[in-house]
């Protein structure tokens, strides 16, 4: 049998899993000290001082507090008897990465660190070592946990960008897989803007034309695209 080419072996199929720290920031904190648990908690400064938020609870979010928001607009969405602020501790944060990424490197040598809290792990040549890549997903979740007392959400695909929406759908702390050959029935109903560089303003030029899906840009013929948009239309 031939011995397949470095071409041949850069085109086979690759499975990819994106783990991103759920709240990464705060759930340190609350590792460091539980009392946070359930409150509402942001990291980044006091209210009122001059910065913005670098991380909130997901009940901080319930009031609308979302990463780079003023610290005082943040304290003023939420209740000042409940919610905690904290100025964060980075090397704590960078120490926190460094054990999970000691974690990840157990299931895979391919592991490319992406932020402090993200990493994509390639899991080709990993099969014979799992039953499927849920069951994978499933003991990087447990293992993580048992070594950091942190949780984690993953997206798994073919591609970086299918793995990325996967795992957008994911969170928070759950596995969300897309099979290979399955990617078009996967994105086509979801809105344009789970696609990377499809903000607001892209997204209402868009929708001048009907077009409010995946799957409704996907069927719209390349040179249209190209001749409405031009070469963006088209990348």
């Known amino acids: 049998m031939t011995a ?24 340190v904190e609350r590792v460091r000290d539980p009392a946070l648990c359930g409150r509402p908690v942001i990291v980044g400064g006091l209210p009122h001082e001059r ?12 009031y609308g507090v979302r990463a780079g928001m003023p610290l005082f607009q943040a304290a003023r969405r939420c209740p000042p008897d409940e919610t905690v602020f904290l ?16 974690v990840l490197g157990s299931f895979t040598p391919q592991v490319e660190p992406l ?21 994978a997903a499933a003991a990087v979740h ?34 969300l897989e897309v099979h290979r050959g399955e990617e078009a029935a996967f994105l086509a109903d979801l809105p344009l803007t789970f696609l990377p560089g499809v903000g607001g303003r892209t997204q209402k030029a868009l929708e001048r034309f009907n077009l409010r899906t995946i799957g409704d840009l996907g ?17």
């Open 142 to 175: 447990d293992a993580v946990r048992e070594a950091t007392g942190l949780d984690v959400s993953i997206g798994i695909g073919g591609t970086r960008a299918v793995a990325r929406i996967a795992l957008a759908l994911a969170k928070p702390g759950g596995v």
């Open 51 to 62: 910065g913005v938020v670098a991380s909130a609870s997901y009940e901080a979010r319930a």
């Open 219 to 235: 069927a719209v013929p390349e040179e249209v695209l190209e001749a409405t948009f031009g070469r963006t239309g088209v990348t």
């Open 115 to 135: 932020s402090l809290d993200e990493a994509l792990l390639d899991l080709a040549g990993c099969e014979r070592h799992h039953s499927s890549w849920l069951a």
């Open 4 to 27: 397949p080419t470095a071409l041949q072996l850069r085109a086979r199929p690759r499975d990819l899993m994106l783990v991103d720290l759920d709240c990464f920031y705060v759930s």
């Open 87 to 102: 100025h964060g501790d980075h090397q704590a944060y960078m120490q926190a990465s460094r054990d999970v990424l000691e």
